[in-house]
T-cell receptor
Framework: DAGVTQSPTHLIKTRGQHVTLRCSPI?????VSWYQQVLGQGPQFIFQ???????GRGNFPDRFSARQFPNYSSELNVNALLLGDSALYLC????????????FGSGTRLTVV | DQQVKQNSPSLSVQEGRISILNCDYT??????FLWYKKYPAEGPTFLIS?????DKNEDGRFTVFLNKSAKHLSLHIVPSQPGDSAVYFC?????????????FGPGTSLSVIP
């Protein structure tokens, strides 16, 4: 079975631009969560989606948005990119409430110049 | 405000010896704790977890201990192997919320020396 897949793996954008990151969850998982990992820190919760609805949102500005599609894949959108948005963006899928947490993808490395 | 703390950024251990990674938390609403391991260029992978109603959980070479009164947990790896060299994240969640928000610590980089 395929794990959580994310695309692209690496991305370079200019300040002020917009970016879309994509994620496909493990088959059967209906929940997708997005995390941002800045160098030297642990992953920070951005969003959780379940059955195409936003279930939770972390402390991120409105420039960050996401959606989930009928096939449970998800997109994370970031508008008006700032240098500080440079990070590894991780997608994780799960069975909602699963006690063993998430299965993460390998992430998208976003560099804003 | 960091709710999950890992005060040791790095740790070096000789192969075959015990590795002890420590974690402290501040939020008493957390009732489930997890450890993840991360290799470079990969996403974190789930390692072991413990519910707040327990004080110990063991899985092979990995054991997690929870001291609720001290708001402290630790991960023991015995014996340590070179393949265990990775960044280890301590994480916590509250099971009573309507969504899964896992709070991660900053991580401890473990190096196991052959």
């Amino acid at each position: 079975d395929a794990g959580v897949t994310q695309s692209p793996t690496h991305l370079i954008k200019t300040r002020g631009q917009h970016v879309t990151l994509r994620c496909s969850p493990i088959s059967g998982h209906k929940s997708v969560s997005w995390y941002q990992q800045v160098l030297g820190q642990g992953p920070q919760f951005i969003f959780q989606y379940y059955e195409k609805e936003e279930r939770g949102r972390g402390n991120f500005p409105d420039r960050f948005s996401a959606r989930q599609f009928p096939n449970y894949s998800s997109e994370l959108n970031v508008n008006a990119l700032l240098l500080g948005d440079s990070a590894l963006y991780l997608c994780a899928s799960s069975l909602l409430g699963a006690v063993d947490g998430y299965t993460f993808g390998s992430g998208t490395r976003l560099t804003v110049v | 405000d960091q709710q999950v703390k890992q005060n040791s950024p790095s740790l070096s251990v000789q192969e075959g010896r015990i590795s002890i990674l420590n974690c402290d938390y501040t939020n008493s609403m957390f009732d489930y704790f997890l450890w993840y391991k991360k290799y470079p260029a990969e996403g974190p992978t789930f390692l072991i977890s413990i519910s707040s109603i327990k004080d110990k959980n063991e899985d092979g070479r990995f054991t997690v201990f929870l001291n609720k009164s001290a708001k402290h947990l630790s991960l023991h790896i015995v014996p340590s192997q070179p393949g265990d060299s990775a960044v280890y994240f301590c994480a916590a969640k509250g099971m009573k919320t309507s969504y899964d928000k896992v709070i991660f610590g900053p991580g401890t980089s473990l190096s196991v020396i052959p």
